[in-house]
């Protein structure tokens, strides 16, 4: 199939591998063994089976600023689409072509949308008294771009706040500034309910497999996510 969508990366540090490997399954059960799969990582991070390239970089010891220096570094020639490795594909799907400086995100809906925990305030005084769709509306964990411009124009936005955005928050705010900002860059938009669908449970998996509007990619939460995950792509055709 001849398709605009070529290519999906993801990033994921850590020795147990799990989690990336079900999304990897997810994909070539809905694509296929020849479409482009990329993992990026530190140098510590075994490859996940059934990728098609492996990108091992020298990171920084904070995750916000380790993601962005990951996905910064990943040489895009096409459409590319940048997922979190908590996120299985339900079907086969293609996106639009995209303009050099267009980025394509998933802006939170009322599933996604959460008042800032109290206990954040006193670290992040910006988010005090306010929610989630005020201060991060594009969720981070679907970006979609034929161009990593807007990561190093976010990594470089990121090193100058605090460090506290290092450790959390700093991508999804980062990625505001850098949409927001006039004559920047073109946003689409995408139906979160369809590329960015939250699940906390196969039950719900399994809803989002039946929706009529036609589920692209679930996303899990929540503390049971990692179980949720495992007893949802056992449902998928083998890749």
Not at 130 to 150: E, G, L, W
Not at 164 to 181: I, M, N, P
Not at 197 to 210: D, N
């Amino acid at each position: 199939m001849n398709q605009n969508l070529k290519h999906i990366a993801f990033f994921w540090i850590g020795q147990d591998t799990t989690i990336p490997s079900m999304l990897v399954r997810s994909i070539r059960a809905a694509h296929g063994a020849d479409f482009n799969v990329h993992q990026l990582s530190d140098r510590d991070t075994p490859m996940v089976d059934g990728v098609t390239t492996h990108k091992k970089l020298k990171l920084s010891r904070h995750i916000m600023v380790a993601r962005l220096e990951a996905y910064a570094a990943l040489s895009v020639s096409e459409p590319t689409l940048f997922l979190d490795a908590d996120m299985l594909l339900l079907r086969a799907f293609d996106l639009p072509p995209l303009a050099e400086n267009e980025v394509g995100v998933t802006r939170r809906g009322e599933r996604d949308t959460y008042r800032i925990p109290e206990r954040d305030w006193a670290e992040f005084p910006e988010f005090t008294e306010k929610d989630s769709a005020q201060v991060m509306p594009y969720i981070f964990s679907f970006v979609y771009v034929r161009s990593t411009i807007v990561f190093l124009r976010q990594l470089n936005a990121l090193r100058r706040l605090p460090k506290r955005f290092h450790r959390w928050y700093g991508d999804q705010v980062t990625l505001k500034s850098e949409l927001e900002a006039p004559g920047r860059f073109t946003v689409r938009h995408f139906d979160i309910d369809i590329y960015n669908r939250s699940v906390r449970s196969r039950w719900e998996f399994e809803e989002a497999r039946a929706a009529p509007e036609g589920v692209c990619i679930a996303h899990f939460k929540g503390p049971d996510s990692k179980v949720a995950m495992h007893e949802s792509v056992s449902l998928l055709a083998p890749g």
